[in-house]
Nanobody
Framework: QVQLVESGGGSVQAVGSLRLSCTVS????????LGWFRQVPGKPHEGVAR?????????ADSVKGRFTISKDNAKNNLSLHLQMDSLKPEDTAMYYC???????????????????WGKGTQVTVSS
């Protein structure tokens, strides 16, 4: 079982920056794909970015050039990060870290295959 805990959300003015982090613990397979999703009330989860087990990244068009996903494995603790720059009011949402542990399949930036989710961290961008 994998556990995910997000941190780093908050309130910021437009064009500002925030860095989200997600601590990944539990049984972590070598094929794990990790992603960031966001959700506003009344709408489904929107894929923001993902990084697969090879380090390959994929971004939503709306965040390309502004957000950067990364992961590190310092001291055997796996962490996922999302550096968010040039933030816009439309980036306001609850942000979730999620994992897809399926081996041997392409990791799409789609919420369906991600089977484990954190509780989320709120990001609010004011104009």
């Amino acid at each position: 079982q994998v556990q995910l805990v997000e941190s780093g959300g908050g309130s910021v003015q437009a064009v500002g920056s925030l860095r989200l982090s997600c601590t990944v613990s539990g049984y972590i397979s070598s094929t794990i794909c990790l992603g960031w999703f966001r959700q506003v009330p009344g709408k489904p989860h929107e894929g923001v970015a993902r990084i697969d087990s090879h380090g390959s990244t994929l971004y939503a068009d709306s965040v390309k050039g502004r957000f950067t996903i990364s992961k590190d494995n310092a001291k055997n603790n796996l962490s996922l990060h999302l550096q968010m720059d040039s933030l816009k009011p439309e980036d306001t949402a609850m942000y979730y870290c999620a994992s897809d542990r399926r081996p041997g399949v392409y990791c799409y930036l789609s919420a369906g295959p991600f089977d484990t989710w954190g509780k989320g961290t709120q990001v609010t961008v004011s104009s």
